[in-house]
């Protein structure tokens, strides 16, 4: 009785550290199936929004939700009704320290965004996306399921994917709504 209690207790341990060890599960991370690179991709579709509105308000989120939007715009096209963009985003890794969570740079990631917008519909697509350092690392080596260091990865392509989510809820609301003036009809 007292080996079955021993060997159920080294098993139970075992489960659990094994389970430990697994600790930030890995991300859902949106992979083209033609280039291999983490992509956000979506046409959405805006009923009875003109072409010139939707660029309008792309072009205002633009404005409002980038700090520097002049360092982030790289081409803006009216005529074609598109705007391209790069920004980056800090990443920071999270370890307990004295049974405290301290956070630190963890150095920055960069990204390109392109939203484009046709009669009642727009695309976004936000690619590129690599951790600025020399050479330039592409996040999708993170991906990798046997790297010593995925606990790590996976915190970073986490904050990678809260981060890319966000930012196209706040533009899929700023596109939907568009300015008060657009409706105010005369």
């Not at 405290?100 to 392109?114: D, L, M, R, T």
Request: net charge neutral; glycine share 4%.
């Amino acid at each position: 009785m007292k080996s079955l209690f021993i060997g159920l207790c080294l098993s139970i341990t075992s489960a659990l550290t094994a389970f430990a060890q697994e600790g930030t599960p890995p991300p859902l991370m949106p992979v083209d199936e033609k280039s291999g690179l983490i992509t956000y991709s979506e046409v959405v579709e805006v009923s009875g929004a003109t072409a010139e509105q939707l660029y309008n308000r792309m072009h205002n989120w633009f404005n409002s939700y980038f700090k520097s939007p002049s360092s982030v715009i790289q081409k803006k096209d009216a005529e074609a009704k598109k705007i391209d963009g790069k920004h980056g985003i800090t990443m920071y890794k999270t370890v307990v320290e004295k049974k405290q969570e301290k956070k630190y740079n963890a150095g920055i990631v960069k990204y390109s965004i392109n939203v484009a917008a046709k009669e009642g519909k727009y695309r976004y697509k936000i690619t590129n996306i690599f951790k600025h350092q020399s050479p330039k690392l592409p996040v999708e080596k993170w991906l990798d399921e046997n790297d010593a260091n995925k606990e790590a990865n996976y915190q970073y392509l986490n904050q990678i994917h809260e981060h890319m989510n966000a930012m196209i809820e706040d533009l899929k609301a700023a596109m939907e709504k568009g300015d008060s003036e657009e409706t105010d009809d005369w």
